[in-house]
Structure formats: C-alpha cells, structure tokens
C-alpha cells in the first residue's frame, strides 16, 4: 500500500510540474525564449497584467505571456541542449549534475562539460 500510494504522489507530483504557472518574483522558471519552443532557466523580475518578466540565467530579460513561463523542472537525468564550451552550437546531452546555476552534462557524443545553466535549454 505504501507503495503504491508513494508512486500515486510522485506522479501527482511530476504532472503538476508541468503544468502548474509561475506565482512569485524570485521564482526560478523555464521561459520559452522569444516564442521558439526552447526553454531557458531564469528568475522572474516581475508578474503584472497575465505577464511575467524573465531574467533569464544568460543574462537576458523578456516580457511573456504567463503560458510562456513553466517551473524549473530540470534535474538529474533530464535531456537538454547545451551550448558546448560556449562556442555556439548546441549539442544534446544529459544533466549529470546540479548545483544552483553550475550543471554537470554528459553529451551524448561522449564529451562531459560542467557549464552554467545560462549555456543550456530543453524542449
């Protein structure tokens, strides 16, 4: 029973990750940068009129709609996108470590890289 009624909150728990809106300035989120279906680690600056301000961990800042704005739901074991050693392009990889904005990835090519969440996005 225990079990089964700890699977039943992990799920509950994962399921309202995803769909739950940002609340509060100071909230760390995921932005959907510019509307192109990738999204980006911030802090939201300010919620006002259904909108949230982003400052995002690269050190951008944005204006969305509240439905461009999700909870920051990356954790061990989530596939992202990183820009490898700041070069530009964008590799897929793995986060193998957290700790605030330093993240640990494991490319899926073979190559390791600890980075900054700021280098990094997720679809």
């Known amino acids: 029973m225990i079990r089964k009624t700890t699977a039943l909150a992990a799920a509950f728990l994962v399921a309202g990750a995803f769909t739950a809106s940002a609340q509060t300035t ?17 802090i939201i600056d300010k919620i006002a009129d259904g909108k949230v301000t982003i400052r995002y961990d690269d050190g951008d ?19 992202v996108e990183c820009n490898f050693k700041g070069k530009g392009d964008w590799y897929s990889g793995t986060i193998s470590s957290l700790a605030g904005e330093k993240i640990g ?19």
């Open 26 to 42: 100071g909230d760390w989120v995921l932005g959907n940068y510019k509307g192109a279906g990738y999204w980006f680690p911030g």
């Open 61 to 79: 800042k944005e204006t969305v709609a509240m439905g461009n704005v999700r909870p920051y739901n990356w954790a061990i074991g989530t596939k």
């Open 105 to 123: 990835i494991n490319y899926d090519d073979g190559d390791k890289e600890t980075t900054r969440t700021g280098r990094c996005r997720s679809n």
